[in-house]
């Protein structure tokens, strides 16, 4: 990744790094002579993001992605490496006056919007709660303004302000999560599997919806899933994240059309097609390894029908293999694997 | 501006409750609607004593020792004063004392409720969302306290106050040191509950929207977790009045509570307990009575608002 050291994009993320202590206390440990337990949920995860572009991590539960969402939202202290929104340094500290100031650009929507709301506050208490945190608007008058029309840019009415999130569907609830993640201006907001708890017809609406706020406002989108479909459809470009690693980082496009890392050759062979049914199909070989305990070489050579010694041994890095497309993958850097078709594939 | 007025915004709040569940539930349960109504009978008697107690069992120069020792409902021998409830040893009016008597049970009751529930929720909350060495400390000490019997902490913390006062205070302060033991003895119900809540609580996604957006812990605890931990919490606080006013009666029967000058409902029944083998029984019946129906009525209420409360029993 030569290219990453000119000029900065919006969002940058380098070598990212979080280990979780998992360990029993320490007298328990010498007691039962049992070993410290470390996962290494994240590791060397590195990307940057354009102004106004959607960026996806995809991968399996449990390979890092939410983590990677939570540093970047300073909701975890990165163990290293450092995430640069507009040329501010945010996971270096909360106090100073400089990254306070990105923090109000920066906002999350979270997985589950039964969760996601307190659910003894009052609608347009919880969408003004970052206004009245930031200090944006000073008289009740003018926030009660921001308020209502919040409610109707998400499509709600402005008189749901006084009732509580008890009285919404999933649907309606991650409306009013998104209206209250835009009440600070953001311009770079973290989404964390925003529509994996919803219904798929609900699903969509909410996607529109994001897509058409991301014109009007220019927004800037990290997005996480493990929907192959729902990425597809929102994301410029994709990263494929395996057990804490970026294995293959690519445009959307070339990801679906000419995926190299076997494991994203799995994953897009695994998505459920109509068309498809009554074939075999190739089925997803294996489970995640312990992360406690994570293969040696490349963590991915224990369900990878192309491993050869020398990924058990050695760590790939990433290459770049077309334009703007990079694999972490001793077989595509040696040649061995050729570019998956899944678009060919699925009209045969 | 389509906001709904404060005002029809209240009625429509009003309207809710009435027809919440909880509601419902209370319509639905004739114990719980007696039980309500004698504590809001005592309570009301209590607050309204100074009205409508006939006399002042605190003021001597309304008693006549001649009175002493009339049953209940029968003219007394030589004055021919005729008392409800009877009168005691020193002509005191068994009702009147008992009004004033459940007043001060209460008054101890409640205060000491309030301090245990200050206490043990803001550590529990402290505990609960901080975790790490103050959780450790606070739990550790809340589980050496539930080891020990609340009457005998109770007594143990009172004792040591009264012997840090002036002896010339200490009847002034007994009330007040009563308050305090009692609380002290019964925060640790709180503190646990509160933990366990907060431990759920503070995983949930919307404390994670608000460190989002750099809200201060303080300000999450107190306007996010808080909120959310509360239910339990009115639960074992009725409970906890109950226990509270047993306690006080339990301390000021063995003697060391309320000074004799202000009898509370325990100093009332310690005082009949003289009397009860000469044959004046109702000295000590109608103010035991009244520490039963006090604390039955509470208990029950507390029993109700937990499966009221409680979704799943319902």
């Known amino acids: 990744m030569d290219d990453i050291n000119r000029t900065p994009a919006f969002v940058e993320v380098q070598s990212l790094c979080r280990t979780f202590d998992l360990s029993k206390p320490l007298l328990n440990r010498l007691l039962e002579r049992e070993p410290r337990k470390i996962v290494r949920a994240v590791q060397d995860v590195s990307f940057r993001i354009n102004k106004g572009e959607t960026f996806a991590l995809v991968g399996e539960s449990g390979c890092g992605k939410s983590t990677v969402a939570k540093m970047m939202a300073g909701l975890l202290s990165p163990e290293r490496g450092s995430v640069v929104v507009d040329e501010v340094n945010v996971s270096s500290g909360w106090r100073s006056q400089r990254v306070r100031q990105v923090r109000r650009r920066l906002q999350m929507i979270f997985q589950d919007p039964y969760a996601s709301l307190n659910p003894r506050w009052r609608v347009d208490w919880i969408i003004s709660e970052p206004i009245r945190a930031f200090g944006l608007l000073k008289s009740e008058k003018d926030i009660a303004d921001r308020v209502a029309e919040l409610l109707t840019l998400v499509k709600l009415s402005p008189e749901d302000g006084v009732k509580y999130p008890h009285e919404f569907s999933g649907g309606q609830r991650q409306r009013i999560a998104i209206a209250r993640a835009l009440s600070s201006n953001p311009d770079f907001i973290i989404c964390d599997e925003p529509t994996s708890a919803l219904d798929v017809s609900v699903q969509a609406q909410i996607l529109n919806l994001m897509k058409d706020l991301q014109d009007e406002f220019g927004l800037t989108y990290l997005f996480i899933s493990h929907d192959l479909a729902v990425v597809r459809y929102m994301a410029k470009r994709i990263g494929v994240m395996y057990l804490g690693r970026i294995v293959e980082e690519a445009p959307t496009d070339a990801l679906f059309k000419a995926a190299r890392h076997p494991y994203t050759q799995m994953l897009l062979a695994a998505v459920p097609d109509i068309s498809m049914s009554g074939k075999t199909r190739e089925r997803v070989q294996g489970e995640v390894p312990n992360p406690l305990d994570p293969p040696a070489g490349c963590a991915f050579h224990p369900r990878c029908p192309f491993a050869f010694q020398r990924c058990k041994t050695e760590l790939p890095l990433a290459i770049e293999s077309g334009a703007d497309h990079y694999v972490a993958c001793h077989g595509v850097d040696e040649d061995r694997i050729s570019v998956f078709n899944a678009m060919v594939e699925a009209a045969e | ?314």
Request: aromatic share 10%; glycine share 8%.
């Open chain 2, 1 to 314: 501006m389509a906001f709904v007025s404060e005002s029809s915004h209240q009625k429509f709040l009003i309207a809710r409750a009435w027809d919440s569940d909880i509601a419902h539930s209370f319509r639905r349960s004739p114990l719980t609607m007696t039980a309500a109504f004698l504590v809001v009978l005592i309570i009301g008697s209590a607050v309204l004593a100074p009205y409508i107690a006939p006399h002042d069992p605190f003021n001597p120069a309304t008693l006549n020792l001649l009175d002493g020792f009339t049953p209940p409902m029968e003219p007394n021998a030589f004055t021919g004063n005729t008392y409800w409830l009877g009168t005691d040893d020193q002509g005191r009016d068994v009702f009147s004392a008992i009004l004033y008597g459940s007043r001060i049970s209460l008054f101890v009751g409640f205060a000491a409720v309030v301090f245990a529930m200050v206490l043990g929720v803001s550590l529990g909350l402290l505990a609960g969302f901080l975790g790490g060495w103050l959780d450790t400390i606070i739990m550790r000490v809340a589980d050496v306290q539930l080891s020990f019997p609340s009457i005998l902490i109770a007594l143990l913390i009172f004792g040591i106050a009264q012997g840090f006062i002036a002896p010339q205070h200490r009847e002034e302060m007994a009330i007040w040191v009563l308050i305090v033991a009692i609380g002290l003895s019964d925060w640790v119900q709180f503190a646990r509950t509160v933990r366990g809540a907060t431990l759920v609580e503070r995983n949930k996604e919307y404390v994670q929207a608000a460190r989002v957006i750099g809200l201060p812990p303080v300000l999450i605890m107190i306007r996010h977790v808080l909120p959310n931990v509360m239910g339990p919490v009115l639960v074992i606080a009725t409970i906890g009045l109950a226990l509270a006013i047993i306690t006080e009666a339990t301390l000021s029967f063995l003697g060391v509570g309320v000074p004799p000058t202000q009898p509370s409902l325990g100093t009332l029944i310690r005082i009949g307990q003289d009397f009860l083998f000469s044959g004046e029984w109702w000295i000590i019946l109608f103010p035991s009575l009244t520490l039963l129906a006090l604390a039955l009525s509470v208990n029950l209420l507390g029993d109700w608002l937990r499966d009221a409360l409680n979704p799943k029993l319902r």
